[in-house]
């Protein structure tokens, strides 16, 4: 049986923003502790679901504290739910993760989240070489009904070393590789939602499997692990 979302989280979340300090959160922290066990079992039935059809090796909950050292807003608390799914390295590339937060702001994305400096190398080199497979996947039907259009932060012009009038340049100059899908405070407390998370990770799959080839070989096509 699909666990759910539960609406408290979204409840909690609005009065959290309202009141984001250290006293009221320790008031109403045994209602926040069983609001977080129910959405850990949402992002545990997403792992279990994954690892079905695909090799996750890790899930991460991230904390409620915000890490507020180098940032103007010194509130506390976060308010929202964060989780990624980790797939099993090196010969697997690519992520998922789940974003839960009031006020329909809630997503999931895929991709690849400023990857390392060498993936992001091979990767642009790829597509100064060829594109067309890229362009293949992301043009597909269901893909893009499902996930839309590609994302993420990118340099103004070109990358150092690579022609800014090349035809691939739209994706030359993307610092990261993401697809996100997002969801409604109703659709993500439904019971079906899981069931919706599960076939559009499904369909990231041809995007997972081409990067992984391009980060898992040279220019060449020959393996490097």
């Known amino acids: 049986m699909n666990s759910t979302v539960p609406y408290s989280a979204f409840d909690f979340f609005k009065k959290l ?3 984001n300090n250290r006293e009221w959160f320790n008031e109403h922290k045994t209602e926040f502790k069983k609001i977080e066990a129910e959405v850990k079992k949402v992002y545990n039935e997403i792992y279990n679901n994954l690892n079905k059809h695909d090799e996750i090796d890790k899930l991460k909950l991230f904390r409620i504290y915000r890490d507020v050292r180098f940032s103007k807003d010194k509130t506390p608390y976060k308010t929202h739910f964060g989780g990624s799914f980790h797939r ?3 010969e697997l590339r690519g992520g998922y993760y789940l974003h839960i937060q009031p006020n329909n702001e809630s997503f999931i994305a895929t991709g690849f989240w400023e990857p390392h400096k060498d ?3 091979r990767i642009r080199k790829e ?3 060829d594109a067309s497979e890229m362009r293949k996947i992301m043009s597909d039907k269901k893909f893009k009904s499902i996930w839309g259009e590609l994302v993420g932060d ?3 012009t070109a990358p150092k070393g690579f022609d800014k009038q090349h ?3 739209d994706l030359i100059k993307k610092k990261m590789y993401i697809f996100t899908r997002k969801f409604t405070d109703k659709e993500i407390t439904s019971k079906d939602f899981l069931n919706v998370v ?3 990770f499904k369909a990231i799959r041809p995007f997972f499997n081409y990067m992984s080839d391009v980060l ?3 220019l060449n096509g020959e393996s490097l692990i």
């Open 17 to 19: 923003e309202k009141n």
């Open 88 to 90: 099993k390295k090196p």
């Open 119 to 121: 993936d992001l190398l």
């Open 127 to 129: 597509f100064e070489m």
């Open 154 to 156: 990118e340099v103004k």
């Open 167 to 169: 035809e691939n340049i």
């Open 198 to 200: 599960d076939d559009s």
């Open 216 to 218: 898992t070989t040279n």
